[in-house]
């Protein structure tokens, strides 16, 4: 192979591996920063930085590199949209230039500001979108500090790639706010129709006890009963509700019994026998354990509350490549199309951000069958020691009390 052939192949691998650490990250600011530095790494420069524009002129963001805590303070105020900057963000291309200095369009930098000569910078565009500028200066090493045409090609290949991994990130951000939005929400809904609805009921029991404390004992103590079971109805609801509010660390109990455990609580909470079964699981990542067990979560509040359903079964089975949640009752069932305020926008949320496909099956009169399916990854060929129920061992009731404690089989 010719130099220049082997000089192209180590340029592409350095942009592959550079693209490969930015898509790593989920966070927005991490995506920024891994950006700048490795747009500095990639064509040698002694400074980076990367605006993302703001309103007003402003930018909302401005990251740079090469550039220590304390030269930074000095420099002072965040740049606005003029100058160099400005330029890029209104031309929305490349822009490379000898010295930036002799540019009639510098406009000048602050006197703490290092010295640049050497300038290139390219748009972060997603279409005609500009999401983000970055410019690299003054080019390290011996020789000249200019930027090479080649730079130039290198830099736009990278910015290409890093557009996409910065709105993969704004719609991970986006979707996991949407989450906590959905996960408040459904705790508002969990305590308004649970836990309110039966305190109001056992003030109203505890002062008819009152009432009739001093005319019928025999009334009053039976009020008094029904006092107590309703505050027991109550404790075991608003535990229901406090654990689906954090999940448990799944790392340690492991996935299945994690899920039978909340299966048995919220089960005795509304009174509804709830199966579980669970094949032996591979070690999946957080993330898939996570949407596994948030997804069984909301389409059990969703059985248990609004179905009328008397038997529930949930199950957790595995094929050669995916591992398979199903959410099954003998609900009342809905229209096709019908779904929309109960979760299940969270649902396939969650479900997407695990790489899974969620598919929802109903019919008036019909029940309801939620099922999740969740791609395996390599690592997770060999089935690992998640606690599970050997094969053909006859499932029982999630509550069953036959069962050892601990144990995730059912």
Not at 274 to 283: C, D, G, N, Q, S
Request: aromatic residues 4%; positive net charge; hydrophobic residues 45%.
């Amino acid at each position: 192979m010719t130099g220049d052939g082997t000089r192209g192949l180590d340029e592409l691998y350095r942009v592959s591996q550079v693209v490969l650490s930015v898509n790593r990250q989920m966070c927005v600011r991490d995506v920024l920063q891994v950006i700048v530095r490795s747009a500095r790494s990639l064509v040698g420069a002694r400074y980076a930085a990367l605006g993302v524009p703001g309103p007003n002129g402003s930018f909302a963001e401005f990251i740079v590199d090469g550039v220590s805590d304390r030269e930074w303070r000095a420099i002072g105020p965040l740049p606005r949209q003029h100058g160099m900057l400005g330029v890029l963000l209104r031309e929305a291309g490349p822009l490379r230039l000898a010295d930036i200095r002799t540019d009639p369009r510098f406009e000048g930098w602050p006197p703490a500001h290092p010295e640049m000569s050497g300038f290139l910078g390219v748009p972060v565009k997603d279409g005609e979108q500009v999401l983000a500028i970055i410019f690299v200066a003054n080019r390290a090493g011996p020789g000249s500090a200019e930027f090479t045409a080649r730079d130039q090609e290198l830099l736009s290949l990278f910015a290409a790639h890093a557009a996409i991994a910065l709105t993969n990130a704004r719609l991970s951000e986006r979707n996991r706010e949407l989450s906590v939005l959905e996960e408040r929400s459904r705790l508002a809904r969990d305590l308004h129709d649970a836990v309110s609805q039966k305190l109001f009921s056992l003030r109203a029991r505890a002062r008819a006890a009152a009432v009739l404390a001093v005319r019928d004992a025999g009334r009053a103590a039976a009020e008094m009963e029904a006092v107590a079971a309703l505050g027991a109805e109550a404790h075991a609801e608003l535990r229901a509700v406090i654990d689906g509010l954090a999940p448990p660390d799944l790392g340690e109990a492991g996935l299945a019994e994690s899920l039978r455990r909340y299966a048995v609580l919220a089960g005795r909470a509304h009174g509804v026998a709830v199966r579980f079964t669970a094949a032996e699981l591979p070690a999946l990542g957080e993330d898939q354990d996570a949407a596994l067990y948030r997804v069984a979560q909301e389409a059990l509040h969703n059985a248990l509350r609004h179905s009328g359903a008397t038997r529930i079964g949930v199950t957790l089975s595995r094929t050669p490549r995916r591992v398979i949640l199903e959410v099954a009752d003998d609900g009342s069932g809905f229209a096709p199309g019908a779904p929309g305020g109960l979760g299940f926008a969270s649902m396939h949320g969650r479900a997407a951000s695990a790489g899974g496909t969620l598919t929802i099956r109903s019919a008036p009169g019909a029940g309801t069958t939620i099922k999740l399916a969740v791609p395996l990854r390599p690592q997770a060929a060999r089935p690992a020691g998640d606690p599970a129920r050997p094969a053909g061992d006859p499932a029982r009731p999630a509550g069953d009390p036959a069962r050892p404690a601990g144990a995730a089989r059912a």
